[in-house]
């Protein structure tokens, strides 16, 4: 009968490497999951956010917008670009809104002159100045 302390299977198939992928897996994960959540919670409360809350179309050559401007800081001094569109989706009206600073959460109703018949109008951005 054969001995079975002399079978080695070390020496029959090789010593087998050490793997360190997942070492190095579990410390990319740990960053990158680290990474996604500081930029969703840094990214999910922008300094300057603006609503558009209506629109009415009050005759052929102005349309009226009412929006909502919310800033972090309220000494900032806020501009929005407000466009009036026509049926065809051309731009008929637009009209830089400037907001001084004041409170840092403010509804505003604002006419937008027109060329031309429009159907719809939008907040198109606001940036701080």
Request: glycine share 6%; with cysteine.
């Amino acid at each position: 009968m054969q001995n079975p302390d002399a079978f080695n299977y070390e020496e029959r198939y090789g010593v087998a490497k050490s793997t360190k992928w997942p070492a190095i897996a579990l410390v990319v994960g740990i960053l990158g999951i680290g990474w996604l959540l500081w930029t969703a919670l840094y990214h999910s409360n922008p300094p300057l956010r603006s609503q558009l809350v209506s629109f009415t179309i009050t005759n052929d050559r102005e349309a009226t917008v009412r929006y909502f401007i919310e800033r972090t800081d309220s000494q900032q001094v806020v501009v929005c670009t407000l466009i009036a569109r026509d049926f065809y989706k051309n731009v008929v009206g637009q009209i830089d809104q400037e907001i001084g600073a004041g409170k840092s959460k403010v509804e505003l109703v604002t006419v937008i002159p027109t060329r031309s018949e429009s159907v719809n109008a939008d907040v198109s951005s606001c940036r701080l100045k």
